[in-house]
């Protein structure tokens, strides 16, 4: 069976946004999680039909205009969410049509970890949204627990190493603060982390 992506969208001649060089970002629809803030609520499968449905073959002939931007800066595409290691069969079959290509990945690692195993084997540069280490703090915001991020983080860590990832630390409004962050900043550090972003949500006045 061919495998599919479904997709909520995607956004072309990225400059070192979310990977190195040039990136097209392409967002899957389906996400465990029910963050209070969703920066894509088009993501969640409740949100109807995806505006795509991609097939390796027809996500490489779309993005293809673009190969030699990507092979130039040393770029490639960049999987985002929703939660695309839910679509991990179709990462492995689209990586074997771009071996030149980079190919990144933004997760929330909320997903088994036979996902992120076979993840590991192809992805070039992890970007993991951890949110925040404090449990009560995860679990208020995104409705889940945070000990499975904990497990796949420290497998992808054994597997990948450091150089490969880079983890967010958001500062939430009304769920962290800075001291929050900075501990969980000082928690993942112990744990083998060295590439962070953090950044500030601006949540939109209704
Ligand atoms: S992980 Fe991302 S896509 Fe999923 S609910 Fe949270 S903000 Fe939305």
Request: aromatic share 10%.
């Amino acid at each position: 069976m061919i495998p599919i992506f479904p997709s909520i969208g995607y956004d072309r001649l990225r400059m070192e946004v979310d990977g190195e060089g040039v990136t097209t970002l392409v967002c899957a629809q389906g996400c465990p999680l029910r963050c209070k803030y969703c920066i894509n609520p088009e993501s969640s499968r409740d949100c109807g039909k995806p505006r795509h449905i991609f097939t390796p073959a027809s996500l490489y002939k779309l993005l293809k205009i673009d190969s030699l931007y990507f092979l130039a800066t040393g770029g490639g595409v960049t999987f985002g969410g929703g939660e695309p290691l839910l679509y991990v069969d179709f990462m492995e079959a689209f990586a074997r049509l771009v071996p030149d290509w980079k190919i990144n990945c933004e997760t929330s690692l909320w997903v088994h970890p036979r996902q992120v195993e076979r993840a590991a084997r192809l992805i070039d540069h992890f970007i993991v949204d951890v949110k925040d280490t404090d449990p009560e703090i995860y679990r208020a915001y995104t409705g889940k627990e945070f000990s499975r991020v904990e497990e796949n983080l420290r497998l992808l860590l054994k597997l990948v190493g450091a150089e490969k990832i880079t983890v967010r630390l958001p500062l939430i409004p009304n769920y962290n603060t800075d001291a929050h962050r900075d501990r969980s900043e000082a928690l993942l550090r112990e744990w083998g982390v060295t590439h962070f972003d953090r950044f500030d949500y601006v949540i939109k006045e209704k």
